[in-house]
């Protein structure tokens, strides 16, 4: 038999199941037990997520632990308020209505490729942009890496699984079209020059701020404002990359 998450098609239907979990366990319509740990089991895995939680959420391993909280508020109308006030931030997160226009552009774009990889290190780099600057930015050129290598997979274009970004992005360029030296018009190529600056200066970020590497006594730290560079040119890149692509195919 499928557990409830197996039934469950996104974090926000989630999400909402525990909200209503808790809702019933409050207003004395239901008591299941089950289904509340392994929600929340699943929830305080998520690194992106355990933190929009609410606090009785986080600090009551069973509803049994939860009606000693709520039952200090005497009638159900209050209840279910302080239940609702509670989930707000984590289901606003769901909704994308703390997101950037640009992060749900980005997300909307990477989606269309339909490539698991892909979407997985976009979603590694959101989730990281705020809480670890350092994961951010690795996660980052990984992104672009990623799409550079799943683009010429389906060009069946060989490459060594060991070359670095800039010459990986150099050979997705040339299949593409993108590379300055196929165009004559000053502007495209002083365009798409900038592009391949931005493939390498990720690389370059990623090695000087990022966590793939060991550091000194004395490391140069990230800050937010760098993985906010570096996560939404990856993102643009990755998306400019891709509709190249569709359109070479269409």
């Known amino acids: 038999m499928d557990s ?12 909402l199941a525990l909200q209503n979990i808790l809702l019933d366990r409050a207003t ?21 997520l355990t ?67 892909v979407n997985d290190a976009w979603a590694k780099a959101l989730e990281r942009r705020l809480r670890d600057p350092e994961g951010a930015i690795t996660a980052a050129r990984s992104l672009v890496e990623t799409v550079c290598k799943h683009i010429l997979d389906d060009l069946n274009v060989t490459y060594d699984r060991n070359t670095d970004m800039g010459e990986l992005y150099k050979l997705v360029a040339k299949e593409l079209n993108l590379a300055p030296e196929q165009h004559t018009e000053q502007i495209f190529k002083q365009i798409l020059g900038g592009c391949s600056a931005i493939v390498n200066g990720l690389g370059t970020l990623r090695n000087r701020l990022g966590d793939a590497h060991g550091t000194g006594r004395k490391p140069t730290k990230a800050s937010d404002r760098h993985a906010l560079l570096a996560v939404n040119l990856a993102g643009s890149m990755s998306v400019f990359l891709i509709q190249t692509w569709k359109n070479k195919i269409i």
């Not at 409830?4 to 999400?15: F, H, I, P």
């Not at 037990?33 to 895995?45: I, S």
């Not at 009785?56 to 209050?78: D, G, H, M, N």
């Open 28 to 48: 004395g319509k239901g008591d299941d037990e089950v289904a509340y740990k392994q929600l929340r089991h699943y929830f305080l895995n998520s690194t992106s």
């Open 51 to 117: 933190n929009h939680l609410p606090q009785f959420v986080r600090t009551c391993r069973s509803l049994s632990q939860f009606w000693q909280y709520i039952k200090q508020t005497e009638s159900y109308a209050p209840r279910r308020k302080i239940i609702w006030d509670e989930f707000q931030p984590l289901l606003d997160f769901l909704e994308h209505k703390n997101a950037s226009p640009s992060d749900i552009l980005i997300t909307d774009g990477l989606k269309s490729y339909d490539e698991a990889g």
């Open 4 to 15: 409830l998450l197996d039934t469950l098609q996104n974090d926000l239907e989630r999400a």
